[in-house]
């Protein structure tokens, strides 16, 4: 072969390499999702689906994020599949973002059950999987390799409602409590940490028992809570259950001055349903645009501009996808395991639910609220503000204003 021929037929391979190289290089960022768009969570799964949309949509507005192997700054494309509130979906959902959607990395859907399976499927398939709204105790024993875990402990949501009651006079605090959660193992898990805070702080719930998931009669139930003389109730359920009991709390002419829900009272679909009867009625909360955070107030306005209504949960959605995409910026990598090393042990400043810490384990724990339906509006009840809102106490129906 001549020189020249050896050459040129070099310069060919050598072309062919390079455009290879440019066709294996990444064009995008692929971010999958789990989220419940249907069933029972789906209220949830919405704004979970609207928050991780808008922080994509603001990473992309700045341009993107730059990755080495690409050299450049890529656009980032949220890929979601719906897993139907069904924890035996949400691996079906998993598989398909990650096999047949070819997701780089993962973000969460809603609750523990679907979380573990959604851990479960990432530890299989060596995806990182950057996880909210799972307990830590369910999480943390499992030493998953491939998720991190963004969300409040069990302990410190559970104490809220007490450090509330230490606010009050004397004479208004409850004195015979129910505990109503919801018979699954996020309600065991809750109803346990409940139980160790009611000792801490000297409590006796006059009703403990499990509150039975999907039922469309809770009479016999709400009957007991009278017989007992129950004061106050703290609920943990869905939105579903928990807007049937309390309609039919109503129905039987039975008021406590003090409802605190969980998982089910903060949600629109819950005081859309129950209009003026969700006055009064406390919710937890994972979030507030009252809360001095970088860009908090920004993201409240922009979500109730869009949904016309108020959102104590899409602050700890939108700054889930936060956390996944600093840590993607801060490495220029879409490999999983360099991005989940860069969350586990690290601090992520001003997200909009503030400075969070992840322990070596990948572990980072917010503070838990507590908010008060009044007038279409959930209020900031805690954590406390000097000049912030302050908790109304329940009056019998016939004596609340409509």
């Given at each position: 072969?001549?020189?020249?021929?050896w050459?040129?037929?070099?310069?060919?391979?050598?072309?062919a390499?390079?455009?290879q190289?440019g066709?294996?290089?990444?064009?995008?960022?692929?971010?999958?999702?789990?989220?419940?768009?249907?069933?029972?969570?789906?209220?949830?799964?919405?704004?979970?689906?609207w928050s991780y949309?808008q922080?994509?949509a603001?990473?992309?507005?700045?341009?993107?994020?730059?990755?080495k192997?690409?050299?450049?700054?890529?656009?980032?494309?949220?890929?979601?599949?719906?897993?139907q509130?069904?924890?035996?979906?949400?691996?079906d959902?998993?598989?398909?973002?990650?096999k047949?959607?070819k997701?780089?990395?993962?973000?969460?859907?809603?609750?523990?059950?679907?979380?573990?399976?959604?851990?479960?499927a990432?530890e299989k398939?060596?995806?990182?999987y950057?996880i909210?709204?799972?307990?830590?105790h369910?999480?943390?024993p499992?030493?998953?390799?491939?998720?991190a875990?963004?969300f409040?402990?069990?302990g410190?949501?559970?104490e809220?409602p007490?450090?509330?009651?230490?606010?009050?006079?004397?004479?208004?605090?409850?004195?015979?409590?129910?505990?109503?959660?919801?018979d699954?193992?996020?309600g065991?898990g809750?109803?346990?940490?409940f139980?160790?805070m009611?000792?801490k702080?000297?409590v006796?719930?006059?009703?403990?028992?499990p509150?039975?998931?999907?039922?469309?009669d809770?009479s016999?139930y709400?009957?007991?809570?009278?017989?007992?003389?129950?004061?106050?109730?703290?609920l943990?359920?869905?939105?579903?259950d928990?807007?049937t009991?309390?309609r039919?709390?109503?129905?039987?002419n039975?008021?406590?001055?003090y409802?605190?829900?969980?998982?089910?009272?903060?949600t629109n679909?819950?005081?859309e349903?129950?209009g003026?009867?969700s006055n009064?009625?406390?919710?937890?909360?994972?979030?507030?645009?009252?809360?001095p955070?970088?860009?908090a107030k920004?993201l409240?306005?922009?979500?109730?501009?869009?949904?016309g209504?108020g959102?104590?949960?899409v602050?700890?959605f939108?700054?889930n996808?936060?956390?996944?995409?600093?840590?993607?910026?801060?490495?220029?990598?879409?490999d999983?395991?360099?991005v989940?090393d860069a969350v586990?042990?690290?601090?992520f400043k001003?997200?909009?639910?503030?400075?969070?810490?992840f322990?070596?384990?990948?572990?980072?724990?917010?503070?838990?609220?507590a908010?008060?339906?009044?007038?279409?509006?959930?209020?900031l009840?805690y954590?406390?503000?000097?000049?912030?809102?302050?908790?109304?106490l329940a009056?019998a129906w016939?004596?609340?204003?409509?």
């Open positions: 072969m001549k020189t020249s021929s050459w040129k037929v070099a310069a060919v391979a050598a072309a390499t390079i455009a190289a066709l294996a290089a990444p064009r995008e960022i692929l971010i999958g999702a789990p989220i419940s768009l249907t069933g029972l969570l789906a209220p949830d799964g919405l704004d979970q689906k949309e922080a994509v603001d990473v992309n507005a700045k341009g993107g994020i730059f990755i192997e690409a050299n450049k700054k890529l656009p980032v494309r949220l890929v979601i599949a719906d897993d509130s069904d924890p035996a979906k949400v691996t959902a998993m598989e398909r973002l990650i047949i959607e997701a780089n990395l993962l973000l969460s859907t809603h609750g523990g059950d679907l979380n573990m399976a959604g851990a479960l990432a398939y060596k995806k990182f950057m909210t709204t799972m307990w830590p369910m999480w943390a499992k030493k998953f390799k491939w998720s875990l963004f409040y402990d069990a410190g949501g559970a809220v007490f450090k509330i009651w230490q606010t009050l006079p004397e004479n208004e605090r409850p004195k015979n409590p129910a505990l109503v959660m919801e699954s193992p996020d065991q809750f109803g346990g940490a139980k160790a009611a000792k702080y000297n006796s719930f006059g009703m403990d028992e509150w039975a998931m999907g039922s469309k809770y016999s709400i009957l007991k809570m009278k017989a007992k003389g129950i004061d106050s109730v703290l943990f359920g869905n939105p579903t928990a807007i009991l309390v039919q709390m109503k129905e039987q039975f008021s406590v001055p409802l605190h829900g969980w998982k089910g009272t903060w679909e819950f005081h349903a129950l003026a009867d009064y009625i406390l919710a937890d909360g994972f979030w507030s645009m009252d809360l955070y970088p860009g920004e409240g306005e922009r979500y109730m501009k869009d949904k209504k959102s104590v949960v602050g700890m939108y700054a996808a936060q956390v996944l995409l600093k840590a993607i910026e801060k490495t220029g990598s879409l999983p395991k360099t989940r586990a042990g690290h601090e001003d997200t909009v639910q503030g400075d969070v810490t322990t070596p384990a990948g572990l980072g724990e917010i503070t838990s609220t908010n008060q339906w009044w007038k279409d509006k959930l209020e009840v954590p406390p503000r000097q000049d912030g809102w302050k908790l109304k009056p016939d004596q609340r204003s409509k």
